[in-house]
C-alpha cells in the first residue's frame, strides 16, 4: 500500500491557476502510474489525467486538455497537477491516487487505482 496525501486545493476566480500536489510514502513511488480523478456534487467520481511511471506519457480526459497538466518528480515521491484557465465547472473534490499494478502504462479506470488520497477541495468561482 501506499499512503497519498494532497495539498494545493482553494478557492480561484475563472480564469486563474491552481497547482495540486500529492506526495507519496510507502512503496516505490517510480514504479507505479498515477492519476488524478474528481468528483463534483451529486456527480459520480472522474478520471482527469494520468500519468506513467517513468513520466514520459500523460493522458487527460478530454473536458481538461490544453489547460491542466500533469507530471510528477520520483526524486521527490511526488505527482502534480497543474490547473490553468479554471472553470466553475471544475469545481470538485480532487484525488491522487496510485495504480494497483507495476506496469509501464498507465490506464483511466479507476478501479485499476488501489490506493487513494483523502481529497483536496477546488472551488472556482464564476
Known amino acids: 500500500q501506499v499512503q497519498l496525501v494532497e495539498s494545493g486545493g482553494g478557492l480561484v476566480q475563472a480564469g486563474g491557476s491552481l497547482r495540486l500536489s500529492c506526495a507519496a510514502s510507502?512503496?516505490?513511488?517510480?514504479?507505479?502510474?498515477m492519476g488524478w480523478f474528481r468528483q463534483a456534487p451529486g456527480k459520480e467520481r472522474e478520471f482527469v489525467a494520468a500519468?506513467?511511471?517513468?513520466?514520459?506519457?500523460?493522458y487527460y480526459v478530454d473536458s481538461v486538455k490544453g489547460r491542466f497538466t500533469i507530471s510528477r518528480d520520483n526524486a521527490k515521491n511526488t505527482v502534480y497537477l497543474q490547473m490553468n484557465s479554471l472553470k466553475p465547472e471544475d469545481t470538485a473534490v480532487y484525488y491522487c491516487?496510485?495504480?494497483?499494478?507495476?506496469?509501464?502504462?498507465?490506464?483511466?479506470?479507476?478501479?485499476?487505482?488501489?490506493?487513494w488520497g483523502q481529497g483536496t477541495q477546488v472551488t472556482v468561482s464564476s
Open positions: 510507502g512503496r516505490t513511488f517510480s514504479s507505479y502510474g
Open positions: 500519468v506513467t511511471r517513468s513520466g514520459s506519457s500523460t
Open positions: 491516487a496510485a495504480q494497483a499494478f507495476k506496469s509501464l502504462l498507465v490506464t483511466s479506470r479507476e478501479s485499476d487505482f488501489g490506493s
